[in-house]
């Protein structure tokens, strides 16, 4: 099957399963309607996430880790067998690995363990914790407001392009930040069920929850601590102590999830360990590896990942907030978007999805904005203005959609440059380096082979032989005359990489 007759299938099933999940909407069947809804979102991502191929940034790393993880499941490394020197303090072609925390490694290591080393078990974890996301900001907005809105938001959700990429690998981030954002979204809502309940139980999930978001990108992830003491205090069912004690075994909880595996890397790789907390802390004060904007970077972004119109919610939502200030609820919301806006525009690295797990707030402004809209116009004598705004509010981000996923693209998805690396691993070669291969991490993938972009000088060839390696050349049309003369190097041939 073509990709453009699998785009449009694609595209016209979902598009099926979310007017019916409309149509269930307005007549207040919430489970049905959320239901079409978790599967059209699923069958979105299921479709974007079947590219053939790693991408480039940074999902490449990412799988070579994970894959690296089956075999040893505490020492990651990205080199499994560095057999030429290497800097420790360079995570593109170090050995041991500790750049991203471990949870979403594992996740896909796990994942490739169980059905196999491959593009769809790779992402897999994120294609299911990605739907399953759409159910739990359904939770979260009909807590904090009521049904319709918890739908709505659900819906913004499961369309939007931005997590559809990021779950598909396609853009930077991907996997860590589609992790990030579920266990965020997960302990909100057992903070959620805690405070509805009073069963420490969910105190205990939500703080497992957070030490797992902090496994997944650090620190960021304390934003739940603040959401849950105002969804705590709205409740007027618990005391001071009681409130200090929870607070203790949540926060204990998360930290007996995340700290050991942060003395563990310090003390098995204190080097990395530590160059790695240097260079995270670097994020704020420099703008590192490009990636860069202004103080305002943010604020011209969140149009393009949430539609133009994004600022009419945003700040009706925010100005609400403001007017009436004891609304806990409305505060939380507040503050699980503005705290990481705020620290990530002060930050000098910047990067599209490092606001990512606050998007449900955004989700959750949108869709009560939109069904205020929607009651306002019912008395107003410029009904089209407001018809204008609700259709828009939902087409600028389908649109947007449509333009990440893709779906009437021709790209060839299952590419030559793949193949010929699966089949070179066919061979079996033992102790085999590939030199002269421009993408060597996507190689070690693919293969069981080290691979390095260069060819190093014949001493070190001849020392690698003697060390009873099977030394293979890429010949891109380039091989060095010292390569051609020399014996007992194989030479390959395989299709570059786009």
Request: aromatic share 18%.
């Amino acid at each position: 099957m073509s990709n453009l007759l699998f785009g449009i299938l694609t595209i016209s099933f979902s598009a099926l399963g979310y007017f019916f999940s409309w149509r269930y909407w307005t007549k207040d069947n919430y489970k049905i309607a959320i239901l079409l809804l978790v599967i059209g979102g699923l069958v979105l991502r299921f479709y974007t996430s079947a590219d053939f191929y790693l991408h480039a940034w940074d999902e490449r790393y990412h799988a070579l880790v994970a894959k690296n993880l089956i075999r040893h499941p505490f020492i990651p490394t990205l080199y499994d067998n560095p057999v030429l020197t290497y800097d420790y303090k360079s995570w593109v072609a170090n050995h041991i690995w500790v750049h991203k925390q471990p949870m979403p490694l594992w996740g896909m290591a796990v994942s490739m363990w169980l059905f196999g080393v491959n593009e769809i078990a790779l992402r897999l974890p994120s294609i299911l914790l990605s739907t399953t996301g759409i159910y739990l900001i359904f939770i979260i907005g009909s807590y904090f407001f009521n049904k319709k809105t918890g739908y709505l938001a659900a819906f913004f959700f499961s369309i939007n392009g931005l997590i559809i990429e990021l779950t598909a690998g396609r853009v930077a981030t991907d996997h860590i930040d589609i992790y990030f954002l579920f266990f965020v979204e997960l302990a909100i809502v057992f903070s959620i069920y805690f405070a509805q309940k009073g069963k420490m139980i969910f105190n205990i999930l939500a703080g497992i929850s957070i030490g797992a978001a902090i496994l997944s990108k650090w620190l960021p992830a304390l934003i739940v601590i603040p959401i849950w003491f105002l969804i705590v205090v709205d409740t007027g069912k618990f005391r001071p102590k009681e409130i200090l004690t929870q607070f203790i075994i949540l926060t204990g909880t998360s930290i007996l999830v995340f700290l050991p595996w942060q003395i563990y890397i310090y003390q098995a790789f204190p080097l990395e360990a530590r160059w790695e907390a240097s260079f995270n802390l670097k994020h704020i004060t420099e703008a590192l590896e490009g990636q860069t904007g202004s103080f305002y970077y943010f604020v011209n972004q969140i149009r393009i990942n949430y539609g133009e119109l994004i600022y009419l919610p945003l700040l009706w939502f925010l100005w609400k907030t403001v007017k009436n200030k004891s609304d806990k609820k409305r505060l939380a919301i507040s503050i699980w978007f503005l705290i990481p806006f705020l620290f990530f525009s002060y930050a000098n690295t910047k990067m599209q999805a490092y606001i990512l797990f606050a998007s449900p707030a955004l989700f959750i402004m949108t869709a009560e904005f939109w069904l205020m809209l929607a009651a306002y116009r019912k008395n107003h004598k410029l009904k089209w203005a407001f018809n204008l705004i609700l259709i828009l509010l939902i087409a600028l981000p389908i649109r947007y959609a449509i333009e990440r996923i893709k779906p009437f693209d021709q790209t060839d998805r299952n590419p030559q440059w793949v193949n010929d690396l699966k089949t070179l691993n066919e061979s079996k070669i033992t102790n085999g380096i590939l030199f002269n291969y421009t993408n060597p991490i996507e190689a070690m993938f693919y293969t069981d082979i080290t691979v390095y972009q260069n060819i190093p000088e014949n001493n070190i060839l001849n020392d690698l032989q003697r060390k009873g390696y099977t030394i293979l050349i890429n010949d891109n049309g380039n091989i060095p005359e010292r390569i051609k003369t020399k014996t007992g190097i194989r030479t390959v041939k395989l299709t570059p990489a786009n």
